[in-house]
């Protein structure tokens, strides 16, 4: 199940950050975003009560989804899609590639759990690759500010991110309904967000443009219900930390997909940067259980071929 749950998830995020760069254009970041998770929100609520699925949550409960709400669902999304307006789709993936690291930093400053010297390791590896990754952009953009804006909004998303996985690991020890306080946690960030534009002035209306729209029902629905849910699974069912492994995979389809749809141009310094963050972060985590798993069955039957023989 774990393994499905992996492929699920890397896949649809993979693809992701290229719908997010088809939803900048005419209608306001915030205003696009808060349509999202609105939307997201309304058809997971709708979904659950059609199973009859839909329990009434305590004021508990009701606090952690505004607390994910303000770390997954709203100021996360915000800072990616500002970075978006300056980097290409692939890029933001790979700089997200970084949670799992930074996920055990928070779990060294939260919960004291103190990082071993692999996890030093790997964080040396993966912030070399992500500093070789952007060298690459900064003497192909003549020293461009726009793309250390970009890499600053991306790095402060990603731990927005962080930050919600040890709120949701933590609401899921507590046994609180995972869907329900996600659906909820969607659509207090809507809110949140539509307040953020009426005080801005912004007007809460999108463009009807058929590739905007299609990128909106795409990131909401299959981005954020199933992509979310998938991931905030495995989180419960092996913790945060091992879960955000999968962050380490989906950079592969976010840059191919950069690279077909953006003419995303890669150098050899690129190419190392990016092994370097995949490097870090298999140094600090390893290889999922399900990869390691599959890899002892294969090895004994090839035994098993081997001894026949």
Known sequence: MNGILYTVTVFIWGSTWLAIAYQLGDTPIVVSVAWRFGL????????????????????????????LALCLFSNNFLCFYYATEYLPSGL?????????????????????????????????????????????QFMSAAMDLGVLKGLLLSILGTYFFSMGNMVSARSQKKEMPLLPTTAWAMGYGAI????????????????????????????????????FNTYLALVGRIGAAKAAYCTVLFPLVALSLSTIFEGYEWTWISVLGVVLVLAGNLRVF????????????????????????
């Open 40 to 67: 997201a929100s309304i058809v997971l609520l709708a979904i659950l009560k059609l199973r009859n699925a839909l329990p009434r949550l305590s004021i508990e409960n009701h606090k952690v989804s505004a607390l």
């Open 92 to 136: 933001n993936a790979v700089v997200f590639s970084l949670a799992p690291i930074l996920n055990a930093f928070n779990l060294w400053l939260l919960e004291k759990q103190r990082p071993s010297g692999v996890f030093l390791q790997g964080a040396l590896m993966g912030f070399t690759g992500v500093v070789l990754l952007f060298a690459s």
């Open 192 to 227: 949140y967000l539509v307040v953020i534009a009426l005080f801005m002035g912004l007007p809460l209306s999108v463009t009807m443009d058929a590739t905007y729209l299609s990128a909106l029902v795409y990131l909401a629905i299959i981005g954020s219900v199933v992509g």
């Open 286 to 309: 390893g290889m999922p259980e399900f990869v390691v798993a599959e890899s002892a069955r294969l090895n004994r039957e090839m035994k098993k071929l081997t001894d026949k023989s």
